[in-house]
C-alpha cells in the first residue's frame, strides 16, 4: 500500500506530491510534506556503494520506506508504511514514468512542470488509497480531460535530426526521430493528430571481447515496442521472419535460422498464429507498450558489431594505437564513444585521429580518456593513436589500461536478426494510417578486454 | 519552500478569484486555479483561497472540478467549517447522471480529513456500493475502508462488511480486488479478510481477468490461504502455472512466493517453481530500469541461499556492465564468488581482475576482496592476480590485497608459503599496517626481512595516529620476539619503553604493560599465552557454505526485506520480516495447521531472538524511557538474585540483555535500567525492588517495560527470557 507519492527534480524541487493515506495525519500538517525534503536528504547524502532504491525513515510512529527510480532525471517516489512487492512498486513507478511520456510527448523537468495538472489527474485514477487501480492507456483515456501541453523548442537543429531512425516500409519513407515523441492525446484538428502506429525493435547488447579478441560474453535482449497514436484500436497483425525459432532444442543444424532463447509476451497478444506463421496478433492500446521480450544468449548470429585492435606499448610514454572496425555494412553507427581507461596520475595526452569529425580528450579525474566519434559509417575503419604522458610509469601501469568500454547506437539493425516481415491494421480501420517499423540496437554494455 | 511574498501572491490569487470578470471567463478562471494548485504543490500555504475554490468547484468543467477537488482534499482538515459547505456540492454530483462525476465526488469525499465526515459519507458509498457503474462500485468500496480509517475505534459495521464480501463476486476485476483490499483494512484487528475455500477458488478462477497488478495482489492475498488436500494444492498449482511466466516480473515473483509457500511439504514442485522462474528473474537482472534489476539480483541472492546450482550457467549474466551503478555491480560481485565453479573460475577471475583498477576504490576493493573470496577454494590462481595487483603501487589497492592475503593465511593454511614469498617481496611499501603486520607476527619466521619492517614501524611510532595498528604492532612483536629473538630484543624494547612511557592512549598503554608483565613470567609462559592457532580452516566461508532451507527466507521474499540489505543498516531487514502484517494473522487464522513454517503459540515465546545491537547511550535511553509509554509491568513474584550485581549482569548479557545502569546492591528501593533488541524492535525495562508507592509486594521484583516499535509478541518473549535467568540465579545462589 502506498502512502504517497511525489516527484522531484533533480535539484529536490516538488514537482508533483501527492498523499494517499489518512494514517498519515498521525504527522500530518508540517510533517507528512517533511518527508519529501527527507527522503532528499537521504538521497543525496548516499555514497556510490549504498543502495539508493530503498531507504528507510526511521520516525516516531512507524517506518516510511521510501522507494525509488529514476527516470528522464527526475526522482519518482513511493512511500509506504507496509512491506508490499518491491517489483510490484518499481514497476508501477516506471509505469508511470512511461505513461507521464506517452501523456505529455516527452520526459523532462520541464514537461512535468508544464503538465502537472494532467499528472494529478492521471495519478488520481490510478491510485485511490494507495491501491493500484489501473494503469492502462485503454480505461484512463475515458477519465483524463486535461490536455496536454507540449514543450517542443524551436531549433534549427531539428533538421538535422531527420532519419535518426530508418523507417522501413514500403514505401521507405523517413519518419521524423520526433515524430514519436508528442502527447497521445492531441487536440483534435491539429497536424500533429495523424494516425500513425510505430513498431521498434529494440536490442540491448552486452558484449565482452577476451585480450585476443574471442568473443567471451554477448547477450542480447530485445523487445518488440508498439507506440500507437490510433485513436481507436483494431486488431493488428505483426509478421516475425517465418523461420525463427524459439529455444535451443529447436535448433536445426547450420541453418541460418534467426534464433532467440526464450521470449515472454505482454498479455494482450493472441498467439495462435504464432506457432506455426510467426504471427503476433494485437490490440494495441494507446500509448507505448512492450508486446514481446526476448533473449539470446553466447551465440551471436553475427560477428560482434566493433572489432578493436588495441595495442598498448610502453616507451617514455604510454602509446596505445586504437583501430576500431565497424563490421556491419549496411548499418550506420551513431554516438560511439570509446572510454579507454588509462594508468592513475596521467598527464597529458597527444593524439592522432584518422578522421576530422573525432574527438579525443584526457579525464583525469576518471582515469580515462575518451573517445568519441558522432557517426561511423558501416564497414569502416578508423584509428587513433593515443600518447599519454604518465610521470613515474613502471611496466605495472600496463596493466591499468583497459578494458576499453563502448557505447553507440546502431540504427536499421538488430543483431538477433529479428525482422519484421509486415504490419497489417485490421481492414475496419478507417483513414488513413502510416506505420513505421524501426529497429534500434544500443549498447548496454561493450567492453573489450587489452 | 517558502517564498518571498506568498501572502502577496495569495492576496493576487484571491482577487483574481473573486472578480467577476475572471469568473465569466472560463479559461482565465481555470488558469488561476491552476496556478493554486501549483503553487500548493511547491509547499506554499495556499489555504486561505478555500473559500473561493469551494464556490469554483460547482461547475460542469470536470478537469476543473478535478483541480478544486484536490485542493479541498488537501486542506480539508485546516477548514474543517468552510469544507462542510463544499460538501453539498459533492452530495449532489454523487447523484449526477455522468457515472465520472459520480465516482469522482464519492471518491474525493472520502478523501477528506476531518471529524463528523462519516455521518456525511455514509449515505454516498452505501449507495455507491449498488451503483450500476463498476466505476462508483470501485470508488465506494475503497470508501468504506477510508470511512474505517476515520474512524479506527468504532465497531465494525456488520452490514457493510457483509455487503463487501457479497461484493467479491461483482463483475468487475476492479471491484474485487479493491474489496479485499477494503475487508483487510476494516478486519485488520480480527487478522484481516478471511479467505476460505469458495472465496479462495473464486479468486483464482478470476486471475486471468485481472490486470497485472491486481493479480500480484491476489496472489498475495491467497498467501494465507492453505489447501485442505494434497488434490487440492495440485489443482491450485496448475491453475497458476502459467503465470510463473509472466511477462511482468512482479506477477512472476508473486507466483513464485505463493507456490514455495503452499509447496513447503513438496521440494520437488518447489524447485521446479524455482526453475521455472529464473528465466524471468534473469530476465529483471537485466532490465532496463536499474532499479528494477537491482531488485532482481537481491532475489536471485535469496534463491541462491537454497539453490546455488540454480544461476550456474549463467554466471555471465552477472557480469558487470562498465555503466552501471556501483550498488548494481557490488551485488553482481557477489553473486558471482557464490557462482564459481571448476569451469568458469578462469573467467570470473579475468572478469573480476579488470574491475580491481576500476576508477572507484570502493569497487576495486571489492573486487579484490572478491578475488581474495574465491582464492579460499582456488587459491593459486588468485594469488598470482592479487601479487600481480601488488606492483601496481596504489594505495587502496595493497592495502586490500594485502588484507585479503590475511584472511587467506587464516583460511587455507596450505597458502602461507606462497603468501609469505609474496609479502616478503612487496613490504618495502606497506599499506595496510595492521594486516601486515599480523602477518608480520604470525608467520614471522617464514618471511626474512619481517624484523627489519617492523623496525621501521617502531622508529615511525612517533607519527602514527592510530591506536588500533600501535595495539597490533605490540601483539606482533611481542610474537616476533618468540620467533627470532636475537634481531627483535632490542626494537621491543624500545617498544615497550615508548608505548608505556610516553603514549597517552590508555587502551596501548595497557597492552604495553601486559606485554612487559608477561615477558616477565619468562619466554615459555608467554609462548603459551600469546601463540594461538595460526589458521582455521574450519571457517572458510566457502566450502563452509550450507544450503539453507526455503523456509528460511520464503517469507521474505518479494518484499523489501532483500532489498534493504542487512549491512546497510542492521535494523531494516529485521523490521520487515516481523513487520508482516499478514504473518500474524495467518497464525490466527491457522491454528490448526501443521506446517513447518509455522509453530504452535507455545513454542513462539521460545523462538523469539534478542540481540545486542549497537549500544545506547545514556542520554538516548532516558529520552526514550520518557517518551515512551509503560507497555507492561509485572511482578515477578521472586526477589533479586542474591549474587553479586556483576554476576547478574554477566548473566544478561549472555542472554543478550545490556545493562544500562543499576543502583548499588544494599539500597532501597533497588533500580536496575536494562535493554535489548529483538526482531527490529528495542526493548527498555526497568526492574524495580522496594517501591514505597506499592507495599505488601516490596520484596518482590517488579518489571516495567517499554518498547519502540511495539511488539506485543517481542514483550512476551523479552519477560519469559528474563523470568529464566532471574530465576536461574535465585536458585543458583539458594
Known sequence: MISQ???????????????????????????????????????????????????????????????????????????????????????????????????????????VRMNFALIYELLDEMVDFGYIQTTSTDILKNFIQTEAVSSKPFSLFDLSNVGLFGAETQQSKVAPSVAASRPIMSSRGEQSGKNEIFVDVIERLSVVIGSKGVLMKSDIQGEIRIKCFLPTSSEMRIGLNEELSIGKSQQKGYSSAVRVDECRFHQAVKLDEFDTFRILKVCPSQGEQTVMQYQLCDELPCAPPFQLFPSVQKDYY??????????????????????????????????????????AELQPKNKALLWEIPRFPGGAQLSALFKVDVPGLSSASLLEVGPVSMSFELAKQTCSGLQIRFLRLAPTQTGLSQRWVRYVTHSDSYTIRI | MPYFGSEEMVKELKRALSNPNVQADRLRYKNYITKVIRYMTQGLDVSALFMDMVKASATVDIAQKKLVYLYMCTYASDKPDLALLAINTLRKDCADPNPMVRGLALRNMCNFRMPGMTEYIEQPIVAGLRDKASYVRRVAVLGCAKMHSLQPNTDIDGTIVNELYALLRDPDPVVVVNCLRALEEILKDEGGVVINKPIAHHLLNRMKDLDSWAQSEVLTFLLRYRPRSDDELFDILSLLDSFLQSAHAHVAVATLRLFLQLASAHPAVQADALLCTSA???????????????????????????????????????????????????????????????????????????????????????????????????????????????????????????????????????????????????????????????????????????????????????????????????????????????????????????????????????????????????????????????????????????????????????????????????????????????????????????????????????????????????????????????????????????????????????????????????????????????????????????????????????????????????????????????????????
Open chain 2, 280 to 734: 524471468p528473474l534473469l530476465a529483471t537482472c537485466g532490465a532496463a530500469s536499474r532499479e528494477l534489476r537491482f531488485a532482481g539480483l537481491c532475489h536471485v541472492q535469496q534463491v541462491m541461499r537454497s539453490q546455488p546450482g540454480l544461476f550456474g550457467t549463467h554466471y555471465k549474466r552477472f557480469f558487470c556492465g562498465y555503466s552501471e551503478p556501483t550498488y548494481i555491480k557490488f551485488r553482481k560481485m557477489e553473486i558471482l564468488v557464490e557462482l564459481v565453479n571448476d569451469e568458469n573460475v578462469a573467467l570470473v577471475l579475468e572478469e573480476l581482475r579488470s574491475y580491481c583498477t576500476d576508477v572507484s576504490p570502493e569497487l576495486a576493493q571489492a573486487a579484490i576482496a572478491a578475488i581474495g573470496r574465491i582464492a579460499q577454494t582456488y587459491s593459486e590462481k588468485c594469488l598470482d592476480i592479487l601479487t600481480g595487483l601488488l606492483a601496481l603501487k596504489q594505495d587502496h589497492i595493497t592495502s586490500a590485497v594485502i588484507q585479503m592475503f590475511r584472511d587467506l593465511v587464516w583460511f587455507c593454511p596450505q597458502s602461507t608459503a606462497a603468501v609469505c614469498q609474496t609479502v616478503e617481496a612487496c613490504v618495502d611499501s606497506p599499506q595496510d599496517s595492521e594486516a601486515l603486520l599480523w602477518l608480520l607476527g604470525e608467520h614471522g619466521d617464514q618471511i626474512s626481512s619481517a624484523p627489519y619492517v617492523m623496525e621501521g614501524y617502531i622508529d615511525g611510532l612517533k607519527t602514527e595516529l592510530s591506536s588500533a595498528v600501535k595495539m597490533e604492532l605490540l601483539t606482533a612483536s611481542v610474537k616476533m620476539f618468540l620467533c627470532r629473538p636475537a634481531e627483535t630484543q632490542d626494537m621491543l624494547g624500545r617498544l615497550l619503553h615508548y608505548c608505556i612511557e610516553e603514549e597517552s592512549d590508555v587502551c596501548v598503554r595497557d597492552r604495553a604493560l601486559l606485554c612487559y608483565r608477561l615477558l616477565q613470567r619468562g619466554v615459555e609462559e608467554t609462548r603459551k599465552v600469546v601463540t594461538g592457532p595460526k589458521s582455521d580452516p574450519s571457517m572458510s566461508v566457502l566450502t563452509g557454505r550450507q544450503e539453507e532451507p526455503i523456509s528460511q527466507w520464503a517469507s521474505t521474499f518479494n518484499t523489501l526485506g532483500p532489498l534493504s540489505g542487512c549491512d546497510l543498516c542492521p535494523q531494516t531487514a529485521v523490521i520487515s520480516a516481523a513487520d508482516q502484517p499478514s504473518s500474524s494473522a495467518e497464525k490466527e487464522l491457522l491454528p490448526e495447521s501443521t506446517d513447518v513454517t509455522l509453530s504452535s503459540p507455545d513454542d513462539t515465546e521460545e523462538e523469539i531472538s534478542l540481540s545486542l545491537g549497537p549500544p545506547l547511550s545514556h542520554e538516548t535511553f532516558e529520552k526514550m524511557w520518557l517518551d515512551l509509554e509503560i507497555l507492561q509491568r509485572q511482578t515477578m513474584g521472586f526477589p533479586r538474585p542474591r549474587t553479586a550485581l556483576d554476576t547478574l549482569q554477566a548473566a544478561l548479557q549472555l542472554v543478550k540483555i545490556q545493562t544500562l545502569a543499576f543502583t548499588p546492591g544494599a539500597t532501597v528501593p533497588w533500580k536496575a535500567y536494562i535493554y535489548t533488541r529483538s526482531t527490529g524492535t528495542l526493548i527498555l525495562a526497568e526492574l524495580l525492588q522496594g517501591d514505597q508507592h506499592a507495599p505488601g509486594i516490596d520484596e518482590s521484583l517488579v518489571v516495567s517495560v517499554k518498547q519502540q516499535p511495539v511488539n506485543q509478541h517481542a514483550i512476551r518473549g523479552f519477560v519469559s527470557i528474563l523470568k529464566g535467568v532471574l530465576q536461574t540465579l535465585n536458585v543458583d545462589s539458594s
Open chain 1, 318 to 359: 604510454i602509446v596505445t594505437s586504437q583501430l576500431l572496425f565497424f563490421t556491419f555494412s549496411c548499418s550506420t553507427a551513431l554516438n560511439v564513444s570509446i572510454t579507454v581507461p588509462v594508468p592513475k596520475g596521467s598527464v597529458s595526452m597527444s593524439q592522432e585521429l584518422s578522421s576530422p569529425d573525432q574527438t
Open chain 1, 5 to 111: 507519492i511525489f516527484i522531484l527534480s533533480s535539484k529536490g524541487d516538488h514537482l508533483i506530491y501527492k498523499d494517499y493515506h489518512i494514517i498519515m495525519k498521525h504527522f500530518r500538517g508540517e510533517a507528512s510534506k517533511d518527508s519529501i525534503n527527507v527522503f532528499y536528504e537521504m538521497v543525496t547524502a548516499l555514497s556510490g556503494d549504498q543502495t539508493p532504491v530503498v531507504m528507510v525513515h526511521l520516525c516516531s510512529h512507524k517506518d516510511l520506506h521510501f522507494i525509488h527510480v529514476r527516470q528522464g532525471g527526475l526522482y519518482w517516489v513511493a512511500s509506504t508504511k507496509t512491506n508490499p512487492s518491491p517489483f510490484t512498486i518499481i514497476e508501477f513507478l516506471n509505469r508511470l514514468a512511461a505513461l507521464t511520456k506517452d501523456y505529455c510527448g516527452s520526459l523532462s523537468e520541464k514537461s
